[in-house]
């Protein structure tokens, strides 16, 4: 079946550090490929996704791409902020059907 | 603003005794789902409704239940809560191509 795996956490980085968090995937099809976010007592918010191969995704100077021939997904932002502290998961859904979450990863950025 | 709207935000409720959590949407979406997360572990998918379809994952527990009375509404019923039960429940929408929308959650305490 299809899954997600993300880089283990939790992350630590300092303000204005280069932020990578992994994901690959393992699917059957042709998925699309979405990065959530989630804030402390918070539900999910999309941060941004792509829905076929080598189209990049971008928001809030985060971006990914979706890496056919890597299966992969990983999510990068060139300057963090204490803002930026949450948790983030990786996803896919494949044909509009339900979303496979990774385990997500805990990022802390210092000030 | 269009949106998926979960009440409440917190609910305290006995051990054994009924409980049902609510989610309303402004989307017109025609799938509903209901997720539930531990400690900011990765969602899991309990059930989801394609218009008035319900589709239940083999590993949800009979003492969840739901009800999905028309398009705007959909409620989660835990007929007899355990402490394991205890946790974040996401309602989240989708209209295929548009990707998903999740409400801010309701964090259940079981006392």
């Known amino acids: 079946g299809n899954s997600v795996t993300q880089m283990e956490g939790p992350v630590t980085l300092s303000e204005e550090a280069f932020l990578t968090i992994n994901c690959t995937y393992t699917a059957t099809g042709y998925p699309s490929l979405f990065w959530y976010v989630q804030y402390p007592g918070e539900g999910l918010q999309l941060l941004l996704k792509?829905?076929?191969?080598?189209d990049k995704g971008s928001n809030k100077g985060f971006e990914a791409t979706y890496r056919k021939e890597t299966t992969s997904f990983h999510l990068e932002k060139g300057s963090v902020q204490v803002s930026d502290s949450a948790v983030y998961f990786c996803a896919l859904s494949e044909r509009a059907q339900k979303l496979v979450f990774g385990q997500g990863t805990r990022l802390t950025i210092n000030p | 603003d269009a949106m998926v709207i979960q009440n409440p935000r917190y609910q305290v409720t006995q051990f054994g005794k009924p409980v049902t959590l609510s989610c309303s949407q402004t989307l017109n979406h025609n799938v509903m789902y209901w997720y539930q997360q531990k400690s900011s572990q990765a969602p899991k998918l309990l059930f989801h409704?394609?218009?008035?379809?319900?589709?239940n994952e083999a590993d949800t527990p009979d003492n969840f239940q739901s009800r999905r009375p028309n398009t705007s509404f959909c409620f989660l019923d835990i007929r007899s809560p355990g402490l394991g039960d205890a946790a974040m429940y996401l309602c989240a929408t989708s209209s295929g191509v548009h990707g998903y929308t999740f409400g801010s959650g309701t964090r259940l305490t079981v006392v």
């Open positions: 792509a829905t076929k191969a080598d």
């Open positions: 409704y394609y218009d008035k379809d319900f589709n």
